[in-house]
């Protein structure tokens, strides 16, 4: 258990459909981030939160994403009218910030639009 | 913006011998750090080493070191005494302090026993 659970692992959707992941980070971790894997790749930066406050989005989060973190808690990301260039591993990691210097990561959550 | 460049898609290693694998990257910065993070098959991503890039000295973590090289901006990552469980996709990461990862596009790590 490193502290970071994603659920659901997988998802398979049917395109246009709209999908959210959950990710629950231990208390401590100050800040959150999601990442986007396709495959062959390594991860890439979608956004991130310190504590409730979204600090900063990538170019890669289109108006069809969008991410929460109510109360700097659990967070969530919401995929609206999949695509199926969406298909991917979606990460989630926390970071007690300027503790760790390094990302925990969650197992990830596999989106796979049909 | 900063790069992370690993040019090994694929290596494979007998056990128990040594295999390094390599990174590059590219940034303007002068404080920031640098990771190495192994993802098993169908596993999450956990980290194997870490180094901060106002220490001189290298860091290791058991068989696990780096050979950091600042002013040629290179990261690679020695394994020793390979183990099957070291089987997985390695991927290394620059990070600038307080900001978002910077990941390569990852090295497929196979000991064959």
């Known amino acids: 258990d490193t502290g970071v659970s994603q659920n659901p692992r997988h998802k398979i959707t049917k395109r246009g459909q709209n999908v959210t992941f959950r990710c629950d980070p231990i208390?401590?971790?100050?800040?959150l981030y999601w990442y986007r894997q396709t495959l062959g790749q390594g991860p890439e930066f979608l956004t991130y939160?310190?504590?409730?406050?979204?600090?900063?989005k990538s170019r890669l989060l289109s108006d069809r994403f969008s991410a929460e973190r109510p109360k700097g808690s659990f967070s969530t990301l919401e995929i609206q009218r999949t695509e199926q260039g969406d298909s991917a591993m979606y990460l989630c990691?926390?970071?007690?910030?300027?503790?760790?210097?390094?990302?925990?990561f969650g197992s990830g959550t596999r989106l796979t639009v049909v | 913006a900063q790069t992370v460049t690993q040019s090994q898609p694929e290596m494979s290693v007998q056990e128990a011998e040594t295999v390094t694998l390599s990174c590059t990257y590219d940034t303007s910065e002068s404080n920031y750090y640098l990771f190495w993070y192994k993802q098993p098959p169908s596993r999450q991503m956990i980290l194997v080493i870490r180094q901060e890039a106002y220490k001189q000295q290298n860091a290791t973590e058991n068989r696990f070191s780096v050979n950091f090289q600042k002013a040629a901006k290179s990261f690679s990552l020695k394994i020793s005494d390979s183990q099957l469980g070291d089987t997985a996709m390695y991927f290394c990461a620059f990070m600038k302090t307080g900001n978002q990862f910077y990941f390569g596009t990852g090295t497929s790590l196979t000991v064959i026993p």
């Open positions: 990691a926390g970071e007690r910030f300027r503790v760790d210097y390094g990302y925990t």
């Open positions: 208390s401590e971790h100050n800040r």
């Open positions: 939160f310190q504590n409730e406050a979204q600090l900063e």
